[in-house]
């Protein structure tokens, strides 16, 4: 990442079961549960000086909606949609069981301590998450790619 190799972060989100990438490599699905936790774990890697914060930005959020031509998306900019996270970069906590997120129930990230958190997330600049709860009445809409 720091050589330049690497154009995106990003995560699929691949939220099997336990039982399920317990299986034989030839018969697991591939991916795991990481959306939750790909940007505290970036961010911590900016902590511990790996990478700039600016990097870790350019990499989840301009980059990729540049190179997806995704409309209006990617920066805090006048005019685009204001898609943004509110982190607290002095909050120290270990994931675990009670607090993941994921429907699958288990992070390859637990037993981790992190120490910075995402106390809010917006989408469209609504309030989609807010210190551990998932704001439901979210209206969403559809990405428009500009190709």
Request: glycine share 6%; with cysteine.
């Amino acid at each position: 990442l720091r050589r330049g190799l690497l154009d995106v972060v990003a995560t699929d989100h691949a939220p099997h079961t336990l039982p399920e990438k317990a299986l034989p490599y030839s018969k697991a699905p591939s991916g795991g549960p990481l959306v939750q936790h790909s940007l505290v774990a970036m961010l911590e890697m900016a902590r511990q000086g790996k990478i700039e914060i600016t990097e870790v930005i350019r990499r989840m959020c301009h980059t990729p909606a540049d190179l997806f031509r995704i409309d209006r998306r990617g920066y805090l900019r006048e005019g685009f949609y204001a898609d943004m996270v509110l982190v607290d970069q002095d909050s120290s906590w270990t994931v675990a069981p009670e607090n993941i997120l994921y429907k699958c129930g288990w992070s390859p990230f637990e037993g981790t301590t992190f120490h910075n958190r995402v106390d809010m997330t917006f989408v469209n600049g609504q309030l989609a998450y807010d210190k551990g709860k998932l704001i439901d009445s979210l209206n969403s809409m559809r990405l428009i790619f500009n190709r």
